[in-house]
């Protein structure tokens, strides 16, 4: 995704990441494109993960 933005004719202005403790080098990837990466806050105790859709 963050490859096709790149792409456009027209720029975002800001691109913003939200990495929720992911495992795969969400972070690291998204920092080579140059866009903004927040890290989200601890989950709650007994947090499960994710539901699926």
Excluded: C, H, R
């Amino acid at each position: 995704m963050l490859e096709s933005l790149k792409k456009q004719t027209y720029l975002p202005y800001e691109v913003i990441v939200v990495d929720d403790f992911s495992l795969d080098k969400t972070a690291e990837i998204a920092k080579s494109y140059g866009v903004k990466v927040l890290k989200n806050t601890e989950p709650p105790e007994g947090w499960t993960g994710k539901t699926p859709f």
